[in-house]
């Protein structure tokens, strides 16, 4: 083999293993920038590209290496991620979710049987995640399928609000006796004592997730005006990586309601 051979091969892997994990619009951003000349810093990499951390440090020194060729390093980007597209498909489901205080003749799925399909499905070797803004026990019969997660052995763990509200209402749902509660996470106030967990996100796995407007609340699911996507596919995963790297740089910790 070549010493060239050998380079570009070496500048591959590089690539795979930067854009292992990364969205493809973070990568689609990164490159229209770099066809379009814009200079990309340490400075300006995450505004641009939503890129950061090693990631970003490693995307720079790529680029900004005087012995490579900035040229074939774009080409070699596209390359690599038409090839992943390739390889993942571009296979994601998604429909329509919706709560609302009538009936109406639309086809879309009202977001509490939705829901209680999705806890349904879990299997004993998946998680379920909840991410909400606010919890109650009179969502009863999600709360009542959570339970029988929990006890056929599907790993559960809830991201909320840190409010007394919350906490008073998780007591009512898993109480101390409870053979399987759910790890409970909430936010800490790292950088902005100002900032809460008002998303609302459910994910099975990796294989499907439900983000709605929808709190888990008996309003929420039933009476409110609320809308929400059902999507399958590979871009699950997405949302379960960052929702873990949350968790691993400590903007959300394990607490519990009962201490």
Not at 140 to 156: A, D, F, P
């Amino acid at each position: 083999m070549t010493a060239d051979y050998l380079k570009t091969s070496e500048i591959s892997q590089k690539i795979f293993g930067i854009i292992e994990d990364l969205p493809d619009d973070a990568i689609e951003r990164f490159l229209d920038a770099s066809f379009s000349e814009t200079e990309i810093t340490k400075y300006n990499i995450g505004e641009i590209t939503g890129i950061s951390g090693e990631r970003s440090n490693s995307l720079i020194a790529l680029f900004t290496d005087p012995s490579l060729d900035k040229n074939i390093i774009k080409s070699m980007f596209v390359a690599s991620l038409e090839s992943r597209k390739k390889f993942m498909g571009n296979d994601n489901q998604i429909e329509i979710v919706w709560t609302g205080p009538v009936e109406i003749e639309s086809g879309v799925r009202n977001t509490k049987p939705v829901i209680e399909e999705m806890l349904k499905s879990a299997r004993p070797s998946e998680k379920i995640t909840f991410v909400d803004y606010s919890v109650t026990a009179k969502a009863e019969s999600i709360i009542n399928e959570l339970h029988m997660c929990l006890e056929r052995g599907v790993k559960v763990d809830m991201i909320v609000d840190d409010n007394e509200k919350n906490w008073i209402e998780l007591r009512k749902c898993f109480s101390e006796k409870s053979l399987a509660p759910p790890k409970i996470y909430t936010r800490k106030q790292k950088k902005s004592k100002y900032y809460k967990v008002h998303a609302k996100v459910i994910l099975i796995e990796d294989r499907e997730m439900l983000v709605s407007s929808a709190n888990l609340t008996h309003l929420g699911t039933l009476i409110n005006f609320e809308l929400g996507l059902l999507v399958k596919g590979p871009v699950v995963k997405r949302m379960r990586i960052l929702i873990n790297k949350m968790i691993s740089d400590k903007y959300f910790t394990e607490d519990d309601p009962h201490a």
